[in-house]
């Protein structure tokens, strides 16, 4: 169990570690197209300057394409310095939480580094090419104008009168401000959306991971210690033994033993064990997680990442040994829900049945707090061989969900620093748009509060639709992250609980009220005097 579970700790820092970058250079392409969006559209009398004054479109492209050049460059250069040395440091600690591991080598990826720095210029190159290009179609004269504001039209809300009547006038023209910027709608709905479904993934891979070990340990095993004998010859006794000590609760006896499968393509090991079908201590759920299966006599329960591994299904057979090495066909009655290793199940009288043979319980599972006294007690067994505690277990998991807590934090700063960039750029761009339309408002006698709530509700409105669009891109995002991450002897469940859609929610527009505070000062400084201004 352990060396399966570093493994899945050591797949799934890997795997987040490489996944969030990803998900954050997929909104990258927002990111530069609204930065250099504003800054083409702040520098549009430049351009129009420059196109008056003779210079060419290449001439003028070239010149914003070195400053994104230079842009990129810097920033991803910066990035690596920092990253570089950040993110395996952070990793590596979180595994060193839970192992003993030599002091840290960092290599240098050369081609990654080489990718990371390249795919970033020139996403930023081309986003920049475009954007100018777009601009440049208009003839100097119109560039030496601002950007026609676009036509009104009615919204499908002016058109219910029922709700058209009850609205404010703030929230009229946020209704029809929202329909006349399509663009400006989609890049503030998929950055916030992006920023959510970061949170819900970082989350919700936490959740996933630990609720493997409380459905394992706590739902389907109702005990912690297994004592290993060498051979039934004893087991009775024992069994009586422990039953009348005061330290020992849930004493019962089974069967298990390493076993081979025969398969069509390769010939798989799994654990077999055989229990009285009317036992108190395995309580198996059917794949659904919430459906209990009893033993019978009439067929075996098979864990379920075996039969999904194999193609195996409740009706089919499979070709297993005995303890004796007997070779028998065994009836597949259920599918049971089951998250390390591979088992297979079955009553005594099944076992005994297909195999003709006797089960020989070599095995006693109970509940103990004491397995120092516990194991004082069976040293005078000769059949005693050692016992298992799953509360090791259960240590080194939860030890190492605590690792992946530093992992959760690393995924909301990415998710913050991209909800700040988009918002805090869509803002500034919404603002130097209406710059005369806003000290219109102001010359009509509008406030500060006023005018924040004018420019600002369209803001909300779209952090909260990109919010609710972000929690189930969130959970697509976490279940092809676990999928990938998926393990040939271990199941991972796919769980996300309310509480990570809520938190994930709420931090979202956390983010978006604090970059609303910041931006208040653009707002403020706005003079009365614009308005008044001829655009001759």
Known sequence: YSSAMFKASADQMGVIGVSVPLLFYLVAALVSLTTMTRLVDEQRLTIGTYRALGFTKREIINKYLIYALSASLIGSIAGVIVGLPVFPTIIYTCWKLMYKFPAMKLAVPLDSLFISIVSFTVLLSLVTVFVVHKNLKDNPAALLRPVAPKTGKKTFIEKIPFIWKRLTFTSKVTARNLIRYKTRFFMTVIGVAGCTSLLVLGFGIKDSVSSVITRQYETILKYMQIVNLEDDSETEEIVNMLNESDICKDVTAFMSYSTKAYLPEENKTLTLEVYDKNNDVLNLLKTDTKTEIKLSNNGAIV??????????????????????????????????????????????????????????????????????????????????????????????????????????????????????????????????????????????????????????????????????????????????????????????????????YIISFAITIIFTVIVMLITRKSLRKIEMVESLKSVE
Request: charged letters at 20%; one cysteine or more; aromatic letters at 10%.
């Open 303 to 500: 864990s379920q990442k075996f039969a999904m591994n194999e193609g195996l299904k409740a009706g089919d057979t499979v070709t297993v040994e005995s303890k004796n090495g007997i070779k028998a066909d065994v009836y597949i009655e259920e599918i049971c829900e089951w998250h390390f290793e591979h088992f297979i199940f079955m009553s005594k009288d099944y076992y005994e049945s297909v195999f003709n043979e006797k089960a020989e319980y070599n095995s006693i599972a109970l509940n103990t707090d004491d397995t120092d006294s516990l194991r004082t007690m069976l040293e005078d067994y000769e059949s005693f061989k050692s016992i298992s505690d799953h509360s090791s277990t259960i240590t080194n998991f939860n030890n190492m969900i605590s690792a992946l807590n530093l992992i959760v934090v690393v995924v909301i700063v990415v998710a913050g620093a991209l909800a700040f960039v988009v918002l805090i750029n869509l803002i500034n761009v919404n603002i130097s748009e209406r710059i005369r339309e806003i000290a219109t408002l102001k010359v009509l006698g509008f406030n500060n509060r006023e005018v924040n709530s004018y420019i600002f509700k369209e803001i909300m409105v779209l952090t909260l639709i990109g919010a609710v669009l972000g929690l189930p891109l969130g959970k697509i995002e976490e279940n092809v992250i676990m999928t990938v991450i998926n393990m040939e002897n271990i199941l991972f469940s796919y769980t996300i609980k309310p509480f990570t």
